[in-house]
């Protein structure tokens, strides 16, 4: 399958909010091209018979018990927002579909 | 042409734990904005996420409830999108494996007769922060205490066929939950929200419609009155030989209607991967097992107990097991009136309308189950009558206080002094000679009008059996 890797680019950027540049633009979807490539030759591997392996850490969870720790003080959960109105943290709006 | 209606539900219910799913932060709901959070539920980079044991127990709680088959080994993946309420850039979820699938609950269908929802599946994930935007300029505020709290995602098949079945399932679906302990499930306060996917197709059509999907529902009449609205919209657009586009609605209580909120067209584009930080899940035959035989007694046996326990008609059994709460309620107030007839009717009548004015559960509300006994053990003395309990349910109902203490402050004892109310009962026949009359004259009813009298001048207080004596005596 024939890839438009500028098309890609353009998409995750915009899914991740990155304003990129012409130049930035052309790293990024050679770099892409890349990683796909080696992607490819990875998939390229005899895996008749092995396991599908969905996770890197094999050992099962070693959980935390249900108990409630002290949070953080307010003055210090809101000391590095962006912008702060009362106790919330004021952040643009964004409108459906953005 | 007749149409078929064909809805599925997604149902989040916060999971009933003390902490969050992913750290230690307290898991409760506190109008205070950003108190119960820390460097995790606020998605500072480098924090490594440790899972709540309980959380996972209640999750599959939960599925066991609901019938589902249980995943032994299953995982938390990423979720990815770029939104306020998720400050880490990523919600955690589970997206390729879900703890419960192929479940299903029993419902009553619009004829009354029993059906099988499927439930596709039950997986956990943690909650979003919440967004209060600001009706000036283009500004949003934000409230992270509900951020990493505990949820679990239950998706319906598409099998529910009326907006009626539909009300039922989540009526059925809260009831089972509440039961099994795994959340409070209160609408009011967020703790169980839903989704509805909605399409029609001619009737006999195996294809699905176009789908619309409907959000904001603030509680199960919401839900109910939004899905008829949509049918009727659908409904006009497809008569009209048009198509339903698919898009999310957003539905406004107050004018009825729904809006649009986005188009399917430009749907989301999660780029959803398995979370490195996180381990397996894996869940012995044991722990499974274990889990499944401390599955506490759900509504309908709760309800044959209190048949064969209680003397109870088999009505009165299934509206107190209905809720939970409201069973308990019951069950605790007969440990100290040991009457459980006269404790049913009081509380399906008096106490269940208070409840639902105010909107709330038999739990949450300031008048004890030890209040309404008290109310009914001051009837049984003598020093109120039925009808000025019920004036007093609703007054130590709202105040919360004591309903002795509503009696005292308001004066309300019941007048059983025979000197004074053989006052008022002379003063009574004095201005009513008519209905003296006709007493003395054979019609006996009349004596109803004349204890009426006393009644009204006592303003319910007098005791109305001692009434009737006294007016006999004064009269014959």
Not at chain 2, 62 to 81: G, H, I, P, Q
Not at chain 2, 94 to 116: R, W, Y
Not at chain 2, 296 to 315: G, I, S
């Amino acid at each position: 399958m024939k890839i438009d890797f500028k098309k890609e680019v353009d998409h995750v950027a915009r899914l991740a909010r990155l304003e990129l540049g012409q130049e930035e633009k052309k790293l990024m979807a050679e770099q892409l091209s890349g990683i796909l490539e080696t992607a490819r030759r990875v998939q390229e591997l005899e895996t008749e018979g092995v396991e599908p392996t969905s996770h890197v850490i094999s050992s099962p969870a070693l959980m935390r018990e249900d108990r409630v720790e002290e949070s953080l003080p307010l003055g210090r959960v809101l000391q590095n927002a962006p912008g702060r109105d009362k106790d919330y943290f004021r952040v643009p709006r964004i409108k459906p579909g953005e | 042409m007749q149409y078929e209606v064909v809805i599925g539900l997604e149902v989040h219910v916060e999971l009933h734990t003390e902490s969050k799913l992913f750290c230690s932060c307290p898991n409760r709901f506190v109008p205070e904005p950003n108190v119960n959070t820390c460097p995790g539920c606020l998605g500072y980079p480098g924090v490594m996420p440790q899972m709540n044991s309980e959380a996972v127990k209640k999750a599959l709680t939960a599925s066991l409830a609901l019938n589902c088959e249980v995943a032994r080994l299953s995982y938390f993946d990423r979720k990815n999108y770029f939104y306020p309420d998720i400050p880490r850039g990523y919600q955690i979820s589970q997206f390729h494996v879900p703890i419960g699938s192929n479940g299903s609950l029993i419902i009553e269908d619009d004829q009354g007769t029993e059906k099988k929802v499927r439930i596709g599946r039950v997986h956990m994930e943690e909650d979003a922060g919440k967004l209060v935007h600001s009706p000036y300029g283009d500004i949003s505020m934000v409230d992270y205490n509900r951020s990493g709290v505990p949820l679990v995602e239950i998706v319906t098949e598409p099998d529910l066929r009326s907006p009626g079945e539909a009300r039922r399932y989540l009526e059925q679906l809260k009831s089972i939950l509440q039961y099994a302990g795994v959340s409070d499930c209160k609408m009011e306060e967020g703790s169980l929200r839903c989704d509805a996917n909605i399409s029609l197709r001619p009737a006999g059509s195996e294809k699905l419609g176009s789908k619309t999907e409907l959000k904001n529902m603030n509680s199960f009449k919401a839900v109910e009155k939004s899905l008829e609205h949509e049918i009727k919209r659908q409904r006009a657009i497809l008569e009209s030989g048009e198509e339903v586009i698919s898009q999310t609605l957003r539905w406004e209580e107050d004018k009825g209607e729904t809006l649009v909120m986005r188009s399917k067209l430009e749907a989301a584009d999660y780029r959803c991967f398995t979370d490195p930080e996180l381990p397996l899940i894996a869940l012995s035959e044991e722990e499974i097992e274990a889990a499944r035989s401390a599955l506490p007694e759900m509504a309908p046996a709760r309800a044959e107990r209190f048949v064969k326990d209680y003397n109870l008609p088999d009505y009165d059994a299934r509206v107190l097991t209905a809720s939970r709460s409201l069973a308990d309620y019951f069950e605790s107030c007969l440990k100290t009136y040991d009457n459980p007839k006269t404790v049913s009717n009081w509380i399906m009548g008096d106490f269940a309308a208070q409840l639902n004015s105010a909107g709330i559960e038999a739990d949450s509300c300031a008048f004890s189950p030890e209040d309404l006994a008290e109310l009914l053990v001051m009837i049984d003395e003598g020093s109120i009558s039925g009808k000025i309990a019920k004036d007093v349910l609703l007054k130590a109902f709202a105040s919360g206080k004591p309903p002795r203490q509503v009696v005292e402050e308001e004066g309300l004892l019941q007048i059983s002094d025979q000197t004074e109310l053989e006052m008022i009962i002379d003063r009574v026949i004095a201005e009513n000679p008519d209905s003296v009359a006709n007493y003395r004259g054979g019609k006996t009813k009349a004596l109803g009008h004349l204890v009426g009298q006393v009644m009204k001048e006592t303003k319910g207080k007098a005791n109305p059996q001692l009434v009737n004596e006294l007016l006999a005596r004064a009269l014959s």
